[in-house]
């Protein structure tokens, strides 16, 4: 049996169709071009699932990882990034489009999935995948299947409290984990430690935290605390970083560390590894719902 899932994202929509093993038959990219609103970006995940189901045999279902996520209480999209989403039936509408039942998960949720089935937490029973990047997500996957919980928000460690009265969030909180440690607020504590602009890559590649150590133990610190937070409260069997943070190395020896030393445990087994599907997680942890 074939399966088809599709990764709704902010600049592009790729789609993939792979058969019961994971080999990918067909893959396709599409711009998403936001600005042209709800309708046009309907269309445009139609037709490329319609591309997608006219190469397949026997799918019975369509997987969506999608920016936000369902309002269980009303069924329309909350907590996007992709503003035209918000208060849209996206579920109902695409299930209409394509006359077959549609799953739908945000994209922490989907890349969990993904790294759970195929990945790197393939085997491990408790798994918690982490989205580190422009925001902070995570989601948790539990024997093999997402737990959303009755909120359909496990999982978001990114916004649980690091200092209370701390730095305002865009979610409405202060002192959020995602105030701290996305790519923008450690870009945003570059500057105010050095009065300098630079990307979060160029601060890593060029090495130039090395020079600026307030930084580094800053980020260390309050990387070992959000995690280390879910660690003493879910206990996972495996850890797994997404997001573009996820390629910077010293997080699996000093970060670990740091997790480590703040988890409730003396002896802490927990592996915190480095995903294996990089950003093709998103489609493929779609391709995987309702399973």
């Keep these: 049996m074939h399966r088809i ?34 309708e046009a970006i309907i269309s445009r995940i139609a037709d490329l699932g319609h591309e997608l189901l006219i190469k397949s045999t026997g799918v019975k279902q369509i997987g969506i990882c999608t920016p936000g996520a369902i309002d ?3 069924g329309v999209m909350k907590n ?10 996206l579920q109902q509408d695409l299930e209409d489009a394509f006359d077959l039942p549609v799953f739908m998960e945000n994209d922490a949720n989907c ?16 798994v918690f995948g982490v989205i580190m ?12 299947k997402i737990h959303q919980g009755p909120n359909h928000i496990a999982g978001e460690w990114g916004h649980h409290v690091l200092y209370p009265d701390g730095r305002d969030c865009y979610c409405g909180n202060k002192g959020c984990t995602e105030s701290y440690i996305s790519g923008p607020a ?20 060029q090495g130039l935290y090395k020079y600026h150590s307030e930084w580094k133990e800053n980020f260390l ?10 660690i003493d409260i879910l206990d996972p069997n495996v850890i797994v970083l997404g997001g573009g943070l996820s390629n910077i190395d010293f997080l699996y020896t000093e970060g670990k560390d740091a997790v480590y030393r703040e988890a409730f445990s003396d002896h802490v087994l927990t ?6 599907l990089g950003d093709s997680a998103g489609v493929y942890g779609a391709a995987f719902l309702g399973e």
């Design 80 to 89: 996007s990034n992709t503003l035209c989403l918000i208060g849209k039936p």
């Design 111 to 126: 890349f969990a999935l993904a790294e759970a089935t195929l990945g790197a937490a393939k085997g491990f029973d408790v």
């Design 271 to 276: 592996p915190i590894l480095k995903n294996k």
């Design 5 to 38: 899932g599709i990764d709704l994202g902010g600049t592009k929509i790729e789609g993939i169709l792979i058969d019961g093993d994971g080999n990918t038959i067909e893959r396709k990219r599409v711009p998403t071009q936001r600005e042209d609103g709800y």
């Design 186 to 205: 450690l870009e945003k504590e570059w500057e105010a430690l050095t009065g300098q602009k630079q990307m979060l890559t160029d601060i890593i590649e």
């Design 133 to 144: 990047g422009t925001g902070v997500g995570g989601g948790i996957v539990l024997n093999g």
């Design 221 to 230: 610190l309050n990387f070992g605390r959000a995690l280390s937070n879910v």
């Design 72 to 74: 269980p209480s009303v």
